[in-house]
């Protein structure tokens, strides 16, 4: 009887997604996969990702190897109803997350020797990064005392790659004007105040400034749809994207580079929802466990820096949102009321937007609204 053979072809896990690198595989030739099972992992320019089979049989061949690029659609493997002459081989497999397995390379550690304290066994990130690196040398005395070459070639990583090449773009195809606003936080830290031990007692997360942000931002982007949009382009010519939800994305820094997770319908959540949101998100984010469809269908993006002490700074637009808001450490500074002198806690935000889909002054009324937010008594609490 003929043997049937099916084609695995890469499948398209994003918006964005053209490519992707082959991390590991995780079946072997040779041994039968059932449906949903995990065929390799991949790395994309958001996330390292796990492919599941959507067919059943023998993998009789893999057409890519690790590190190899693949386009979204092109056939990285072959099942088949019969395994052909030999024995089934079967492999017991290491379950590990993806982001375990990409430090656990990067730091030398053989994944046999570890025990998974994850779900039945699962080697996660904490398991990796308890482990110590030892380096060990045959190098004699002499040649220790050598001069070394200290320099390196280190090769991007496909995030590394792809964050470059759209931060590229965004630089060089988008035409950006920023606009600058500081605020008294004074409201805002009151209220926080007296939330955030309730907050942190009831649902166990902390309450932070930035959830404040992130309400301001949607509501005001409800106020002013026509900053919340994409300037798009295809074959029939250009044309403004008018986003209906208002999805909040977060930018956050990852081990070799930064993921956006999305807090979808940020216009519609209270203070508690949105904190409680941001903590799942940004751990997800951490431990390199988001899915796809929590890094896509953002309309707007928030950079922040103020855990690192920065006052201000701007940021790149992430294409194909429209805007991008960067925020900086709130601080004491001298202000002037009235007549006197006085001082209050300030923070920097500098937006910037795209120009093509909406003008200066559509920005201008954005980040004044914005101001006018982050300075009220007015929020939806839970």
Known sequence: MRALNIEI??????????????????????EYIQMKEVLATIETDKATLEIESSEQGFLIEQ????????????????????????????SERIRVSPAARRLSVQKGIELNTI??????????????????????????????????????KKPLSA???????????????????????????????????MLVHSVEETVGVRLSVLDFIIQAVGRVLRQVPQVNVSFCTDPSGSYILEHQEVNIGLAVSVQDGLVVPVIRNADQLSLVEIAKRRHALVSKAKAGTLSVGEMTG??????????????????????????????G????????????????????????????????????QFMQLLSRQLQSDRWKLV
């Open 63 to 90: 057409r890519v190897k690790p590190g190899d690029a693949i386009a979204v659609g092109g056939i990285i493997g072959i099942l088949s109803d019969h395994q052909g002459s030999g024995d089934v081989i079967r």
């Open 329 to 364: 450490m709130a601080r004491k500074m001298p202000v002037v009321v009235g007549d006197s002198i006085e001082v209050a806690t300030m923070m920097d935000l500098n937006a910037s937007f795209d120009h093509r889909p909406f003008d200066g002054a559509d920005g201008a």
């Open 9 to 30: 072809r890469l499948p398209k896990m994003g918006s964005t997604m053209e490519e992707a690198h082959i991390v590991t595989w995780e079946k072997q030739v040779g």
């Open 115 to 152: 025990d998974g304290t994850g779900p039945d066994g699962r080697i996660v990130l904490r398991d990796i990064i308890g482990v110590p690196v030892t380096m060990e040398s045959s190098e004699s005395g002499a040649e220790r005392e050598a001069p070394q070459d200290t320099t390196s």
């Open 298 to 327: 953002g309309t707007f993006t928030i950079s922040s820096l103020a855990t690192f002490d920065i006052a201000e700074f701007t940021a790149l637009i992430n294409p194909p949102e429209a805007g991008i808001l960067a925020v």
């Open 159 to 193: 995030m590394r790659k792809m964050i470059a090449e759209r931060l590229t773009y965004s630089f060089r195809e988008i035409p950006q004007f920023q606009v600058k606003s500081s605020v008294d936080l004074c409201h805002v830290l009151k209220i926080r105040e």
